[in-house]
């Protein structure tokens, strides 16, 4: 992409009404614009982030029986008054708004129910079962507060897939499947070093549920880490009791400040029970379907490793969600100059191979601004040519996440990049 | 796929609560699963569907110099308050709710005021026009009543393009463009041989929009087409010096029941001017910003389809659409017979060759069942296996929109596919 056709620039001041970094740098950077507290959209270079991240969820959740479908945003009362979790009193996050005829409607604020109510017309016998759908969908909470940019927003994007069993074994086993596809998700997205498989409060029906915990600075959660067993407990439950249970040893934890990127839970028969999603097994009797719900917030995702990599200049993305894989910079403002001319016919040649690669072609822009431009974006690869570069023998190439840059012939590099 | 493993089964009975033909035809087939009227979730097949229809359209604005981003659903008042656009008494279709301090928001009806707004943020100068950015989007409108499935969603998906130009002649260069990209879409989409520009009218800025109707009995419009000059007149403009401006003979005029399926504006100042959308020119006149609204229904488009080409025995899909290609059923109910280790050996290798094939290896249904329900889910090729094809020297391979079928030898087909 040419980045004089990209129309997002940068901005120099940090924005004054966002508290969060991530955020300030995802404004800053052109990826997003904000709406209002915890409300953004997505500009062309956040679009492609979340494209790649959703694509990477997408191949890990087809890996393990995943069926990709859509729910409505539209959430009619009856299946959430089943649960329980119509009221306002008790969930107090719902949008809700009306139909003409004066009809009470809510906004998604999670998924379980609009599942549940819609595999009732599709599961009858155990031939039906198991069944893993999930969707890629905005969700709606209404938040009172609304501070921590992409972390905790009223309007937010995630995958949701909720397992269908026969019963805890069949469980069980996809249960361990979705951990492994999950770590698989957060190791693809750049952020393994830093990611826990964390024990949580299970609610109602198991004993545990698990998170996903990436150690962040800017995470709400608190762990302590088990670095040799590669696990982790979320405070919440952290007790001797757990301790003896995970077999664990006090003196080998490590507290740290994390964020939740993912979370999946048993739900067993919370919500097949009251919304009667059952099925007759192989002797003809009627049990209920036994549940667990995977989610992973997608924007939360993304502020994330804005968090986790970004340093003083600005973001600095893994190879795998960038947005462009290169940036090559012209330091030449004339388009007659040999500087431009082959700047643009390594851009072409980049472009034919398929290389997503973002062009600064601008002519209004200095060096320095260029410069503090490309390392405020953070894509991976910089190539800068400039008169002074081609003298030296071809093209100055640094990676995003190191301060060592090296001169290539332009040879070699489109060689390398093909 | 295998059809054992797809959740959604059809059904043997058309919905009672359902008028329209093509939400009949899209719930019997498992496509979709209403949630309310006008709203309706898309199931794993639906999704299919929709992906192909999105990717077609993705590559016709990408083509045109389109920037994909993703606006907000929620939207706050501002923008809106300042073309008139806020107040329910000027527009009746908003979805509100409000945030927990009181402040009320709104759920996207359209997007003009949206992306003007945003777009307030990034251009300045002529040098940053023009500017072509769009989203895929969920739409939410609350309309009174909404009998006619997917074709007046209360929550639809829909594409929506807007154009930022710098004068009426750059706009109209790009309209031009549009007008071509559009009919692409509708000439991939199947829809070339019913789908005509329709010249509709302008509103305040423009004498005409062009809108793309498809001739179709489920159409809302009437519209008179001239077939030889290949173009339409919408019954809301069709006067007398309108067919003298177009230099249109009454006589050769036919009038049809159509569907919009998309359309194109020329929207001037209408925005820009309310919402102070300006850029410098090249002396440094500050000048307003020319815009252009360019909109498909998507889930709207997947309706016609259905209505277009839907015979009494279920969905007829051109391949472009289809969510898959082949459509393979075995008619042995034995996994153990040969039937069924030869059907088995095709799916194997057309997977392998990554031909999109759903596989009928339900053990539990008649050779009855299985024809039927192919002919409601409308696959374009219906490829059977059984004990009569093997002795005839291979399969029977039957288009979904002819009569005649022909046996084949598997070599043959596997030859032809792959």
Do not use: C
């Not at 993305?317 to 390594?346: C, G, M, R, T």
């Amino acid at each position: 992409m040419l980045q004089s056709k990209l129309f997002s620039k940068t901005k120099k001041d940090i924005p004054a009404d966002e508290q969060a970094r991530n955020a300030q740098l995802l404004i800053q950077a052109g990826y997003v614009f904000k709406e209002m507290a915890g409300v953004y959209t997505l500009l062309p270079l956040g679009m492609r982030v979340i494209n790649k991240i959703e694509n990477i969820i997408r191949e890990e959740m087809n890996a393990v029986g995943g069926m990709e479908m859509k729910t409505s945003i539209i959430q009619t009362k009856d299946a959430w008054e089943k649960t329980n979790r119509w009221s306002d009193d008790v969930v107090d996050v719902w949008f809700k708004t009306e139909l003409k005829n004066g009809t009470q409607v809510g906004l998604s604020f999670t998924n379980e129910e609009a599942y549940t109510n819609i595999m009732k017309q599709y599961i009858n016998s155990y031939k039906d079962l198991p069944v893993y759908p999930y969707d890629f969908k905005e969700i709606f909470r209404n938040e009172a507060r609304s501070k921590s940019g992409m972390m905790r927003g009223r309007e937010f994007y995630w995958k949701a897939l909720y397992s269908f069993s026969k019963d805890k074994d069949e469980h069980d086993m996809f249960y361990e499947k979705a951990k492994i596809a999950y770590m698989n998700v957060f190791r693809r997205a750049g952020l393994e070093d830093k990611t826990y498989l964390t024990f949580a409060s299970g609610g109602t029906f198991a004993k545990y549920s698990h998170e996903f915990q990436t150690i962040s600075d800017a995470g709400e959660d608190i762990i302590y880490i088990d670095k040799n067993k590669n696990i982790a407990i979320n405070k919440e439950v952290f007790n001797d009791e757990v301790l003896e249970e995970l077999n664990i040893d006090k003196n080998n934890l490590v507290e740290e400040k994390a964020i939740e990127v993912g979370n999946i839970f048993s739900l067993a028969f919370k919500f097949s029970d009251p919304l009667d999603l059952n099925y007759k097994d192989q002797d003809g009797e009627v049990r209920p379907v036994y549940m667990g719900s995977y989610g992973i917030g997608i924007t939360r995702l993304l502020g994330t490793i804005v968090e986790v990599f970004a340093d003083e200049k600005g973001i600095v993305w893994p190879e795998s969600v960038a947005p462009f894989q290169i940036h090559l910079l012209s330091l030449s403002k004339d388009k007659e100059s040999e500087v431009y001319k082959q700047a643009k016919n390594i851009y072409d040649k980049l472009v034919e191979d398929d290389i997503e690669v973002l062009f600064d072609d601008r002519e209004n822009k200095s060096a320095g601004e260029k410069f503090s431009d490309a390392d405020l974006i953070g894509i991976p690869l910089r190539v800068v040519i400039s008169e002074k570069s081609l003298e030296k023998g071809g093209i100055e190439i640094k990676k995003r996440n190191e301060t060592e840059s090296k001169i290539v012939s332009i040879e070699d590099f489109l060689e390398e990049y093909k």
